[in-house]
């Protein structure tokens, strides 16, 4: 089967939006491709960050995501994988400064460090992290990244160095990772449906996948239905991420309650009742798996250091490659 990596980084909540923008794909993706999965807490440091809560933070994303299905033998930890950190160094050397400069991200979070903190600084890891990511996904020869519209770009740019470094060796080396498009709801925040849903705008701009049925419940009955104005005959973007919750849930009532807004004739209230509920639903069976993963913590731990050393072997042949290929090198075990 094709290989696909994806990885996320140990920040914020598990929350509805992060679960129906990539971790349901990521599971779907499993019965037809060699998936891996990599839990990637060097790039949680090139933001802000507690060096306290970090490896908490990267366990208790862990539990989640093996909770909501992902299978333990596809995921990783990269910083358990130190040839991540090794190639990044060999690929940073055919990637230039002026395409670092331009990546948009680098600007966007430049930005939210600066409004988060004004007397924080900004990181030369944040600059460079996408040649990181780029060895992330290069280091097993993904043949597929999922990707939403805002890493298009980071795609992009590993497709470059990729290029690039097959032509300093003279071989073509590593492939072109293509983006792997899926269609997914685009959640947004259910106290302002003008922006996504996202843990770091505050409890009340997210629900947490995990969350307890009243606490779910409480959120989208709050949830604002009016935002802004919109033309006659239109849908407030405040319905329109109501009526695409419910969708996403497998709300069974969905068709006929879009035809009663078409009517006229939604009550409101019900409605929200009706998409509390699903969500309810979608979430109680991950939520027990929840408390039975982490009623065997130890368990859990173990099987993810025994994957991330499995998967680890990929990363080591291609790194042995690449010094091969790069004539850098290598420790006296692989001479």
């Not at 460079?128 to 990707?147: E, K, S």
């Not at 309650?257 to 009706?274: A, H, I, Q, T, V």
């Not at 042995?320 to 692989?334: D, F, H, R, Y």
Request: include cysteine; glycine fraction near 6%; hydrophobic fraction near 40%.
């Amino acid at each position: 089967m094709k290989q696909v990596l994806s990885c996320i980084q140990p920040t914020g909540k598990l929350h509805l939006g992060r679960y129906f923008g990539a971790v349901k794909n990521w599971v779907d993706l499993q019965s037809s491709y060699d998936c891996i999965y990599g839990i990637v807490d060097l790039h949680a440091m090139t933001m802000p960050y507690s060096p306290k809560k970090l490896r908490e933070a990267s366990w208790e994303l862990i539990y989640n995501l093996i909770a909501s299905g992902i299978e333990k033998e596809n995921i990783f930890v990269q910083s358990m994988i130190p040839e991540h950190g090794e190639l990044a160094w060999i690929l940073g050397t055919v990637c230039s400064y002026g395409e670092l400069s331009r990546m948009t991200q680098f600007k966007d979070k430049t930005q939210q460090v600066k409004d988060t903190d004004k007397d924080a600084f900004v990181s030369a890891g944040l600059f460079t992290y996408p040649v990181l990511q780029a060895a992330d996904i290069l280091i097993y020869n993904a043949d597929y990244v999922p990707v939403g519209k805002d890493q298009e770009q980071h795609l992009e740019l590993t497709r470059n160095i990729a290029q690039r470094f097959n032509h300093v060796v003279g071989k073509e080396y590593f492939v072109s990772p293509e983006t792997l498009f899926t269609e997914v709801p685009k959640v947004m925040s259910t106290a302002d449906p003008t922006i996504k849903m996202s843990a770091s705008k505050g409890e009340k701009h997210f629900i947490d996948l995990f969350g307890d049925d009243a606490r779910i419940i409480k959120q989208i009955k709050s949830a604002v239905t009016d935002a802004g104005d919109q033309a006659p005959g239109t849908m407030s973007p405040g319905i329109e991420n109501l009526f695409s919750l419910l969708k996403a849930c497998g709300g069974a009532n969905y068709d006929s309650l879009l035809e009663s807004y078409n009517k006229g004739e939604l009550r409101y209230g019900d409605f929200k009742m009706e998409v509390a509920q699903a969500v309810v639903d979608l979430v109680k069976p991950m939520r027990e798996r929840l408390e039975d993963i982490k009623a065997n913590k130890k368990d859990i731990k173990y099987a993810i250091k025994q994957s991330t050393a499995e998967i680890r072997k990929k990363a080591m042949k291609t790194l042995s490659e690449v010094k091969e290929l790069t004539g850098i090198m290598q420790t006296a075990k692989n001479i």
